[in-house]
């Protein structure tokens, strides 16, 4: 099959060419902490590497594009936050380009668009030599793009599902790219070459290294109706699979995106990153009502507060709303083996209690899906914090012994119990791409299947890739009911575990496995004792401000309560599961 999956991705990549109907250039401002404003034209190095930099992007929308929605595509050359009048319009990295700007345009609209950016890549990654990649204005082709969606799901699912549906997936995509007739001008030669050829691995590497590269040539009303007839035949025989091949298994998915308050760049950088990945999820929950999303770590939430007040607001009310989910319940997702007792009841006694001030609610799920293992009193914390709930995918890291569970009730010292999951995504652990390979492979790999039909999944990009994206959330429109995979539906993530306790008997968590004590992670054993010197600190405090307490309690001052809290907090948020561990940059 190789080769056939090869002729239909080159015949993807030239369908791509016409992605965009129409596009027009923007100029650009630039100025670092260091620099007076200078003109940035693209292709052109950064003046300064000082950041934050700031950057204008100005022009106008053609009179010609009436009527037609226009976006913006931007590549900074760094991560960034797009902003419009002011407003967060979300952020900017390899894979959040375009946002739409226009619906519908009048024409001859003047466009301002200000960018704050960072010389840096994604997980702290240095970008020497930052230049101005793109920056234009675009009308896009949305059926084109449509199309392209529907024929790269499916051949994607084809790489995925089992061999006789990946056949018939195959064939379906051969039989719709016959139909879609496009204007070919140059490239007709290399493509009747393609056809023809049966070594298409080679062909797709000729030696004039064709790229088809757009806006390509203008279609006509015959182009257009190709097109939709080869959408309409695509749907159609996706129907007739599915008939012969129904979904298998169900995956309760919800967006998300893992923030490492500190790992490889300092908070400073993290704050930068939380603005950013809220106003990506904000915009895109406009754009796709079907969108929930949760995120963890009250820090976080308090650090937008502080810088965007109004982009905080907008999440209060999609957390009102029911789409935007409070997990986590703790101050940060800290170190699960060395902080004392006192440390993990503040840890939830702050979390918690932010949640409840600012949003009127609680978590119920503890998410730690990073933590480097997890401490055998922890049962009785959580149960005691209001967090029935557990969740990790970090236990299926463990390089000897592999984790037995992925759904089962975690029993701690006391013999209190939680519900506790994980799951194992073979593409991207819990930064899923929402791809053909994330949804077979997580299914695949759930055992608890035998007790429960339903696994969580989550899907975004973390640590400054903006969390989910317009192009996951495409695919997800197509892989809900998709032949030969598990079907797919986002959801709350409480949702999910609400369902596994309100299973009858047997199925319920009387009949889940159960893990007694101490989770233990077969990796990262160094950080135990990388950083001495700041665990022996913790330590330190960890005593002091708990006798800081006890000699307000004893003095009866009503003043000095607020700066303890203050002092909790800092500590708190150096327990962070990359920071207190040592893990992090020093």
């Given at each position: 099959m190789q080769p056939e999956f090869e002729r239909l991705r080159v015949r993807l990549?030239?369908?791509s060419a016409w992605s965009d109907l129409e596009t027009f250039p923007l100029e650009c401002e630039f100025r670092a902490p260091n620099t007076d404003w200078l003109p940035l034209e693209v292709g052109q190095e950064w003046p300064s590497r000082a950041f934050p930099a700031e950057m204008v992007f100005s022009g106008h929308v053609p009179s010609t594009w009436a009527g037609k929605p226009v976006w913006v595509r931007l590549a900074v050359g760094g991560e960034g936050l797009l902003t419009l009048d002011g407003r967060a319009?979300?952020?900017?990295?390899?894979?959040?380009?375009?946002y739409p700007l226009l619906e519908a345009a009048r024409g001859a609209e003047v466009v301002a668009l200000e960018v704050e950016a960072v010389p840096k890549g994604l997980f702290g990654s240095p970008v020497p030599r930052p230049r101005l990649e793109e920056a234009r204005l675009l009308v896009p082709d949305l059926q084109v793009r449509a199309l392209h969606t529907d024929l790269a799901c499916a051949l994607e699912a084809?790489?995925?599902?089992?061999?006789?549906?990946?056949?018939?997936?195959?064939?379906?995509?051969?039989?719709?790219?016959?139909?879609?007739r496009l204007p070919r001008g140059p490239a007709q030669a290399y493509l009747e070459q393609l056809e023809r050829s049966s070594w298409s691995g080679m062909t797709a590497?000729?030696?004039?290294?064709?790229?088809?590269?757009?806006?390509?040539?203008?279609l006509g009303p015959e182009h257009r109706a190709s097109l939709e007839a080869a959408r309409a035949h695509l749907a159609r025989r996706l129907e007739v699979i599915r008939g012969r091949y129904p979904p298998a298994g169900h995956l309760l998915m919800s967006g998300h995106a893992h923030i490492d308050l500190a790992w490889l760049w300092p908070l400073a950088e993290t704050r930068r990153k939380v603005r950013r990945t809220f106003a990506t999820v904000l915009h895109l929950m406009e754009?796709?009502?079907e969108l929930c999303f949760n995120q963890s770590s009250a820090q976080a939430y308090a650090w937008l507060e502080a810088d965007d007040p109004r982009l905080f607001e907008e999440v209060k009310k999609r957390v009102q709303e029911g789409r935007w989910e409070l997990v986590g319940g703790m101050w940060v997702e800290p170190d699960g083996n060395l902080l004392s007792g006192e440390s993990w009841a503040r840890q939830v006694l702050y979390g918690q209690g932010?949640?409840?001030?600012?949003?009127?609610?609680?978590?119920?799920v503890a998410w730690l899906p990073d933590t480097f293992g997890f401490a055998a009193n922890l049962p009785q914390v959580l149960s005691q914090g209001g967090l029935p709930y557990?969740?990790?995918?970090?236990?299926?890291?463990?390089?000897t012994n592999a984790f037995p569970?992925?759904?089962w009730q975690w029993e701690g010292l006391d013999g209190t119990r939680v519900l506790a999951h994980g799951f194992w995504n073979p593409n991207e652990s819990y930064n899923g791409r929402l791809e053909a390979k994330d949804l077979a492979g997580t299914w695949h790999h759930f055992k608890g299947k035998r007790h429960h039909p339903t696994s969580l999944y989550t899907f975004g990009y973390g640590d400054g890739g903006g969390g989910p994206s317009a192009e996951m959330l495409e695919r997800y429109a197509r892989y809900r009911a998709f032949p030969g995979l598990p079907r797919a539906e986002i959801g709350r993530v409480e949702g999910f575990y609400g369902a596994v306790e309100g299973a009858g008997k047997p199925q319920g968590p009387a009949a889940l496995p159960v893990w007694v004590g101490e989770m233990y992670l077969e990796r990262h054993r160094a950080t135990y004792t990388t950083q001495a010197e700041l665990k022996r600190l913790n330590r330190r405090l960890e005593h002091a401000l708990v006798e800081a307490e006890a000699a307000l309690v004893l003095a009866g001052e009503g003043e000095g309560w607020e700066a303890l809290e203050g002092a909790w907090k800092a500590l708190l948020l150096g327990q962070f599961h990359d920071v207190l561990p040592g893990s992090g940059v020093h």
């Open positions: 990549q030239e369908l319009l979300g952020g900017l990295n390899p894979f959040h380009r375009e084809a790489q995925q599902v089992q061999p006789d549906v990946a056949q018939l997936l195959l064939d379906a995509l051969s039989e719709t790219l016959a139909l879609v590497q000729l030696w004039e290294e064709w790229k088809f590269e757009g806006p390509g040539l203008a754009r796709y009502p932010y949640f409840r001030r600012k949003f009127g609610r609680r978590a119920t557990f969740f990790t995918t970090k236990l299926g890291w463990n390089e569970h992925d759904l």
